[in-house]
């Protein structure tokens, strides 16, 4: 089996309300997927629950990562398989310096100690590529941060811990033009390394017009109710999700607000 | 400072050579003897098993209770006359100490604050005399107590970035040591009986003056039975660039130590003093109850930095106070980690004009443990300032309080005051709490208080695991990062210390 990621009939719930309903997901080795639906559909839930977040509990399904079932992988155990994801709101951490954290992550996860001078000029270069000032790496994690600071911050991470699936949710918004664009060439080269994969959810085309997705899942009310290649991405972003409503029977949605 | 030294070598010309060539040897030396040490010690630390609460490794070093003079356990005259004529004091001191105890018979235990009824000073040995004597070359001092100050690094330390040192084993100091150039200008870093002994004028003068035995039962009880601890006079503009510490270690059960530090920095002059306290466990109930006076004088400036780390079965009822004039400053560290009970409200009296005092704290309470603390700043003189800032962590139902007083009097007006305390707990049994008393007697006054009591945000643990830390780094890797704003104030080794101890902390008890 080929897939990097696999996600079968996943069903998740919070105090007994479930949010995924039966979610089947397949990603392969050097996949683009982006995954579109409208606020509170449970996109971000979808990608937690690939994390482990204890918040959710995972009622039924099977989670594979490399053939490998994860269920019972406990959240860092994750990301030492190469999962990583990007959060939409990132959280702040008072004390701890970027550069601090990510050095001790990132000799977490290798499990090689890698020097702080060595280290400095690998974080400096990744900054650079985003344009983060050098204080930057001295400030504590997301502390005080701008939506935008926070937002690239997570592509730094990603950037230095170096992963093989990425889940990045929402890296676009709240975004100003220019760190759209720096946010999406960084993850577009990212991504150029074909033995990456990543699952991108988004409300927005710029991002997926670096970004490149080869699929695209359209997830309602706790399901995926379509899927499809970038044409499909394409009408969304024309047409917003009442389309589709109409051809499941949905009641449809009106003033729909795409952020 | 540094300039006299330069003065000195170059003084000494000659000499240089051959001095340089003994330095290397020293240093040689020194650096093997480290060695072996920081073998042993990373050894000791090794041995950690976690038993009962658990083992704090080398600080949980029990020493087989061989000594000199034991007193029989209790208070009364008799004690408190022994002490004082094996001590061989002059008659003002055992009159004091008389008196103390007079007073201490009167005043009750607090009617607010941590239950301190399990304490019974029946059961209290006042004073323990160490076999040993007083002495300035380690290598002097018997070997199974040099033994644990070196497991405790307290030599290295002094190598390595002090300027001197003072070791306190049960009630009696065992080492005292400080660096020539400094008594060259007139430094005064000694045990406490030395100098009663040698400066009885400065003593009579200021001993009780600025924690007054009136203040509380338990300042009482240590003017009645104080031994040991440790004198400093830094004159009128002397900068002691290199910290002074004492360190202060009980070893018997069922005792108390009742150390004595008095500091005074004259007028311009400059010093940082650190503290640091230990014990190992027992089943019996031990007592501390230490008092430090500090006085700073006119544009003098004075950090007191403090890493208390107790064993469980210990109650550390200890009184710290300055006094502080026309434009100085006292700095206050203060890491309480450790102990039964802990009381312990270090108290600014800024009394002249632009006085300054600034507070940094950080309390940890494990399971069983009441840690009862905070700061006090009294603003007695125009344009004072004080800050505090203060973080508490409570974990495994242990209970952190932070408790305050900011007291502003009649004529003190254009002072400026700020608190932000912050408390952390780390799971649903904890309790962290802030008891702030505020009293301002004029309107002139810039005032700021803020307090925040939370739990650790579980999203947080989450977003940190996400990364690739294990559940209990991430959670370390929290409480460390809530402490920094008082590890940062902390000479390098002890910030290290402090994050080992909190470590220790969130490793050992239960839950
Ligand atoms: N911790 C939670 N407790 C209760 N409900 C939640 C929780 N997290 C998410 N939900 C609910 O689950 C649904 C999906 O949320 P989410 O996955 O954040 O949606 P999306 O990312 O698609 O906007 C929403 O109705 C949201 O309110
Ligand atoms: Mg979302």
């Known amino acids: 089996m080929s897939n990097m990621l696999e996600v079968s009939n996943l069903k998740v719930a919070v105090d007994d309300v479930e949010i995924l309903q039966g979610i089947d997901l397949e990603i392969g080795r050097g996949e683009v997927h982006v995954l579109m639906g409208p606020n509170g559909a449970g996109k971000s839930t979808l990608a937690r629950t690939i994390m482990a977040d204890p918040q959710f509990e995972q009622v039924e399904g099977d989670i594979y990562f490399e053939g490998e079932n994860i269920n019972e992988f406990s959240t860092d155990e994750r990301a030492k398989l190469g999962i990583f994801l990007t959060f939409q709101n990132p959280l702040e951490v008072a004390g701890i310096s970027v550069e601090d954290f990510l050095r001790t992550t990132k000799i977490e996860l290798t499990g090689e100690d890698i020097s702080v001078i060595k280290f400095k000029r690998e974080l400096k270069g990744h900054m650079q590529d985003l344009d983060l000032d050098q204080a930057y790496a001295e400030r504590y994690l997301n502390v005080g941060f701008s939506g935008g600071e926070k937002k690239k911050g997570e592509i730094l991470q990603m950037s230095v811990l170096n992963p093989d699936l990425v889940m990045l949710d929402e890296p676009d918004s709240g975004l100003d033009v220019d760190a759209v664009r720096i946010v999406s060439e960084t993850v577009a080269d990212f991504l150029s390394d074909k033995n990456k994969s990543c699952l991108i959810i988004t409300h927005h085309s710029v991002i997926l017009e670096s970004v490149k997705p080869d699929f695209a899942h359209i997830l309602i009310d706790g399901k995926i109710v379509k899927r499809g290649g970038p044409e499909l991405i394409e009408r969304v972003n024309d047409e917003g999700y009442n389309w589709i409503r109409e051809e499941l029977g949905l009641e449809k949605v009106h003033d729909e607000v795409l952020d | 400072m540094s300039n006299l030294r330069s003065n000195l070598t170059s003084d000494h010309n000659v000499k240089q050579l051959d001095t340089e060539r003994i330095l290397a040897e020293k240093a040689a030396e020194r650096e093997a003897l480290k060695e072996s040490r920081r073998k042993e010690r990373a050894e000791k630390l090794k041995e950690r098993t976690y038993v009962e609460e658990f083992d704090r490794g080398v600080y949980d070093i029990k020493n087989p209770n061989t000594y000199e003079i034991m007193l029989d356990k209790g208070l009364n005259e008799e004690i408190v006359r022994e002490i004082s004529s094996i001590k061989d004091e002059p008659d003002w001191m055992l009159e004091k100490r008389l008196a103390a105890l007079e007073i201490y018979r009167e005043l009750k235990n607090p009617n607010w604050g941590p239950d301190l009824s399990e304490l019974n000073m029946d059961e209290i040995a006042t004073y323990i005399r160490p ?341 209990e780094e991430a959670k370390a890797m929290i409480v460390r990062g809530f402490a920094e704003p008082v590890a940062k104030e902390l000479p390098l080794e002890y910030a290290v210390e402090m994050n080992e101890l909190i470590n220790l902390e969130l490793k050992g008890a239960i839950g």
């Open chain 2, 131 to 471: 076999k040993a004597q007083m002495e300035s070359n380690w290598q002097e001092v018997p070997d199974e107590i040099r033994k644990t100050f070196e497991l405790l690094g307290i030599p290295e330390a002094e190598l390595d970035y002090l300027s001197g040192v003072g070791a306190q084993y049960d009630s009696e100091v065992v080492y005292h040591n400080v660096k020539d150039y400094l008594a060259l200008q007139g430094v005064v870093y000694t045990d406490f009986e030395s100098a009663v002994e040698q400066y009885p004028e400065i003593i009579q003068e200021y001993f009780g003056t600025c924690l007054k035995p009136t203040l509380h039962r338990y300042s009482a009880l240590h003017y009645a039975v104080w031994s040991g601890g440790s004198y400093v006079y830094v004159p009128e503009g002397v900068h002691v660039d290199i910290p002074l510490q004492s360190y202060f270690r009980m070893n018997a059960p069922g005792a108390g130590q009742f150390e004595h530090t008095l500091i005074i920095v004259e007028k311009g002059g400059s010093l940082h003093f650190i503290e640091g306290c230990s014990a190992p466990r027992y089943n019996t109930i031990n007592l501390h109850a230490g008092g430090v006076e500090l006085f700073v004088k006119e544009g003098a400036k004075l950090r007191y930095s403090t890493i208390e780390n107790w064993s469980r079965n210990m109650y550390n009822l200890n009184s710290k106070r300055a006094i502080v004039e026309k434009d100085g400053v006292i700095e206050w560290i203060s890491g309480s980690f450790g102990s039964r009970v802990s009381m312990l409200y270090p108290a600014s009296i800024l009394i002249g004009e632009g006085a300054r005092s600034e507070f940094t704290g950080i309390t940890f309470a494990g399971a069983g443990q009441t840690l009862d603390t905070g700061a006090q700043v009294v603003h007695k003189a125009p344009h004072t300032y004080s800050a505090v800032e203060t973080k508490s962590i409570s974990k495994g139902g242990g209970k952190a309080i932070y408790r305050s007083l900011v007291q502003v009097e009649e004529g003190a007006y254009g002072c400026r005051s700020n608190t932000d305390c912050q408390s952390l707990m780390l799971d649903a049994q904890s309790r962290g709490d802030t008891i702030p008393t505020i009293i301002l007697k004029n309107d002139d006054v810039d005032f700021g208080h803020e307090a925040k009591i939370g739990r650790i945000d579980d999203q947080a643990i989450f977003y940190l695991m996400s990364r690739g830390l294990s559940e």
